[in-house]
DNA sequence: TTATGTGAATCCATTCACAGCT
DNA sequence: AGCTGTGAATGGATTCACATAA
């Protein structure tokens, strides 16, 4: 019943999900400051840059640790080394990518993609005419070899990028892979167990929603006028 | 201070934002039930489709007003109506995309882009050697002719698809030009007034999330080892 | 004096649980 | 009897405001 030591595991843990997903954007920020020759920086001009609130920024890496000097700010340097940390990011992680049409190729020609750690390790399609070609340097395996080439080469993460139709499927594929890490570009809610963990990204819904907005945008005249 | 009728225009109003980001979840899930010829929906098995709790699903519904059936449950081709409505789909949008790269040409092929009320009205690019050229049957434009094309076209929508450098840049002219919706593909933080919706899709930071889960994962037994 | 780190207060989102309608 | 719609309760996330440290 007694923990021996709260030690980092514990500590690291009880990072809230709303802060694992703004940690990325401190990361890249900080990136490109210190690109700048930038060493220090305040929790309010970093907050600015970032497009958040300093209150918020500051809660935020205030679950990481005090990495901070109090009427100085935060070094460039160590800050990212903890958000890299935080994140994982010490160890490189293999990604595999289901699915070679353009959206396929702009996602292996990402440069920048290999940049933080991640390799994209492998590339696969159902497509007979072009499994067996070659997309920016990778191989492209067949559909029925998905199991073999997770093995080979350890990829822990996966990319849907084929057609909606396909995803589902591709998923319970790379699942029995053993891939329980999921980037999912297809239109289409994928339905796989709970310890996968699966994160969508939807153009249409983006769209969307950028068009609810403009709607209410339109509607704010109007709601104005009854006052008049 | 006494409000003629509350009408569609104030009741409409006041959905939630985390709900906004979900509805074209169950849009889409509707789509395709009404595909397969499902004509009625209970709240939990909608919600189990679109991987939500069936309480959450019938509170997001809630406030777009009570379109469902007691005892029965909701009609499909009214619910899609309505969320279609609540979302501004009834009237369609223009969109220009700004970049032609691998991915501006996957986003400007993407069909079923045009399928639930978007247009891609315009191709734009700075590089002289693509301006000029089609791409979908589209003409790409010159990056300095972009209020023109906007104008011309009455596109309401932007779509950054252009390397990080030119990111900024290219927001900046798309607010000059009038667009006040932007959806940004590059990897970086835009800043952009207020009154600018901007929404970004970001490949390094949906990775470096799903790092961090999978990192947790790993930590994960070493965690309940201590209790034993 | 300056800027971090953090309890307290507030706000928003989710879940619960049941009244109300079919 | 079944399922929606919604107040009440809960749980998280954000903001406030200040004690604390350099």
């Known amino acids: ?9 514990a500590s690291a843990r009880a990072i809230p999900e709303a802060t694992v997903t703004r940690l990325p954007v401190y990361l890249r920020v900080l990136k490109s400051m210190a690109d700048s020759a930038v060493t220090t920086v305040s929790s309010d001009d970093l907050a600015g840059t970032c497009g958040v609130s300093p209150a918020m920024l500051r809660k935020d890496l205030s679950h990481l640790g005090s990495y901070g000097t109090r009427g100085v700010g935060y070094s460039v340097a160590l800050l990212t080394y903890h ?17 070679v049409g353009k959206l396929g ?5 990402y440069r920048g993609f290999g940049t933080r750690g991640f390799d994209v390790v492998a590339l696969v399609d159902a497509d ?4 067996g070609t070659t997309v920016s340097g990778l191989p492209v395996h067949g559909l029925a070899d998905l199991g073999r080439v997770v093995a080979d080469t350890g990829a822990q993460i996966g990319v849907i990028a ?14 029995g892979a053993g891939v329980r890490s999921i980037l999912n570009f297809a239109p ?5 167990p709970d310890d996968v963990e699966v994160r969508k990204v939807d153009l249409a819904s983006e769209l969307q929603i950028l068009a609810f907005h403009e709607q209410q945008r339109a509607d704010e ?4 006028a009854v006052h008049a």
């Open 1 to 9: 019943m007694s923990l021996s030591r709260p030690s980092r595991l």
């Open 105 to 109: 190729q702009a996602l292996t020609a």
């Open 188 to 192: 289409v809610v994928l339905v796989l």
């Open 221 to 224: 005249p109007l709601r104005e």
């Open 83 to 99: 958000i890299s940390q935080a994140l994982g990011l010490t160890q490189p992680w293999g990604v595999v990518i289901v699915g």
């Open 128 to 131: 007979p005419s072009v499994v």
């Open 162 to 175: 084929t057609p909606a139709e396909a995803a589902q499927w591709v998923g319970e594929l790379l699942v």
